[in-house]
């Protein structure tokens, strides 16, 4: 019991002691609302592209291709956007608030702390289906979501914007090349490998740090009951759901801890920039994002520990 304890901690606390770090810097007046804007687009337009290439470039990905786990991962998601969807058209009147509380509820942050929490628990071990997941994954959030705020600040989704949001996609753009690469049989300079390296070694830190400096508690006051709602739907109806099938379906191993980081993780960082990019209530997005970073760190713990106790990874 003891072990699994440890092993569980050793899971979570990195994670949440690099983004108290990035409090402390925010807090202390090292960055302001304007740098970490910078710093988050910088991680996601350099380093994260980077991280994404590097986990797939010279690794087996045929040999990492488990479309049991692929094709449950699609159909789980999509079952879950439905049931929020249905969800919040009952208990939501404002249209704007209402496709901010779908992408809050049914989009996690699975590119941050996917690989983090992987990385934590099978340490020095090929992350390759996780970084495939990723690749499955991410683009099903982000067509869902550009449709749901397409769709709630009154125009209808155009098919062209939907694949203009997947082609500017930075995480999206380094898998596809890391696929290319092992597709082609690629072999790059020592040197340029060595440099990718050294970037996606920063990408999960930095994404982390920059975390932690976008927490604001300021603005809450009149949000608190929206907060609550989508805090628990992401932290406890969304993994209840998705991680129970799962085991219940018998995935084990790396493939049910890939399933706790898609289904167990906090709401989408992305979610904030694009809810006011699409006219949606980027205010709401954005206490999301703060609140269930913040108790995610007790919940995913939880569901490591309960898990890793049960044997099942």
């Given at each position: 019991m003891?072990?699994?304890?440890?092993?569980?901690?050793?899971?979570?606390?990195?994670?949440?002691?690099?983004?108290?770090?990035?409090?402390?810097?925010?807090?202390?007046?090292?960055?302001?609302?304007?740098?970490?804007?910078?710093?988050?687009?910088?991680?996601?337009?350099v380093?994260?592209?980077?991280?994404m290439f590097?986990?797939?470039?010279?690794?087996?990905?045929?040999?990492?291709?488990?479309?049991?786990?692929?094709?449950?991962?699609?159909?789980?998601?999509?079952?879950?956007?439905?049931?929020?969807?249905?969800?919040?058209?009952?208990?939501?009147?404002?249209?704007?608030?209402?496709?901010?509380?779908?992408?809050?509820i049914?989009?996690?942050?699975?590119?941050?702390?996917?690989?983090?929490?992987?990385s934590?628990?099978?340490?020095?071990?090929?992350?390759?289906?996780?970084?495939?997941?990723?690749?499955?994954?991410?683009?099903?959030?982000?067509?869902?979501?550009?449709?749901?705020?397409?769709v709630?600040?009154?125009?209808?989704?155009?098919?062209?914007?939907?694949?203009?949001?997947?082609?500017?996609n930075?995480?999206?753009?380094?898998?596809?090349?890391?696929?290319?690469?092992?597709?082609?049989?690629?072999?790059?300079?020592?040197?340029?490998?060595?440099?990718?390296?050294?970037?996606?070694?920063?990408?999960?830190?930095?994404?982390?740090?920059?975390?932690?400096?976008?927490?604001?508690?300021?603005?809450?006051?009149?949000?608190?009951?929206?907060?609550?709602?989508?805090?628990?739907?992401?932290?406890?109806?969304v993994?209840?759901?998705?991680?129970?099938?799962?085991?219940?379906?018998?995935?084990?191993?790396?493939?049910?801890?890939?399933?706790?980081?898609?289904?167990?993780?906090?709401?989408?960082?992305?979610?904030?920039?694009?809810?006011?990019?699409?006219?949606?209530?980027?205010?709401?997005?954005?206490?999301?994002?703060?609140?269930?970073?913040?108790?995610?760190?007790?919940?995913?713990?939880?569901?490591?520990?309960?898990?890793?106790?049960?044997?099942?990874f």
């Amino acid at each position: 019991m003891l072990s699994n304890f440890i092993i569980a901690v050793e899971a979570v606390l990195p994670i949440f002691i690099i983004m108290g770090v990035g409090m402390l810097i925010r807090r202390k007046g090292m960055a302001d609302e304007y740098d970490v804007k910078k710093m988050n687009k910088t991680v996601f337009t350099v380093f994260f592209p980077a991280l994404m290439f590097s986990n797939l470039y010279g690794k087996d990905v045929k040999g990492a291709l488990d479309g049991r786990l692929m094709g449950f991962g699609v159909g789980m998601v999509l079952f879950i956007y439905f049931l929020t969807f249905l969800f919040v058209i009952k208990t939501e009147k404002n249209h704007k608030t209402r496709g901010a509380k779908i992408q809050a509820i049914f989009r996690s942050n699975f590119v941050i702390m996917g690989i983090a929490i992987v990385s934590n628990i099978f340490k020095g071990q090929d992350l390759t289906l996780t970084a495939v997941m990723i690749t499955t994954i991410v683009p099903l959030y982000n067509v869902l979501a550009v449709v749901t705020l397409e769709v709630f600040r009154g125009e209808r989704p155009k098919f062209v914007n939907v694949i203009k949001q997947l082609a500017k996609n930075p995480m999206l753009l380094g898998a596809l090349a890391g696929i290319a690469a092992v597709v082609v049989g690629l072999k790059l300079p020592e040197i340029i490998e060595d440099t990718i390296t050294s970037m996606a070694n920063v990408a999960t830190p930095m994404s982390l740090l920059t975390l932690g400096a976008f927490f604001d508690f300021k603005s809450i006051k009149n949000r608190k009951k929206d907060i609550i709602i989508c805090v628990v739907g992401r932290l406890a109806v969304v993994p209840l759901i998705g991680i129970t099938t799962g085991i219940l379906l018998g995935f084990r191993g790396m493939a049910l801890v890939t399933l706790i980081a898609i289904f167990a993780s906090p709401s989408a960082v992305s979610s904030f920039p694009m809810s006011q990019q699409m006219n949606s209530d980027y205010e709401l997005a954005g206490d999301t994002v703060v609140f269930s970073s913040l108790f995610s760190c007790f919940t995913m713990f939880l569901w490591i520990f309960i898990l890793k106790s049960m044997g099942l990874f």
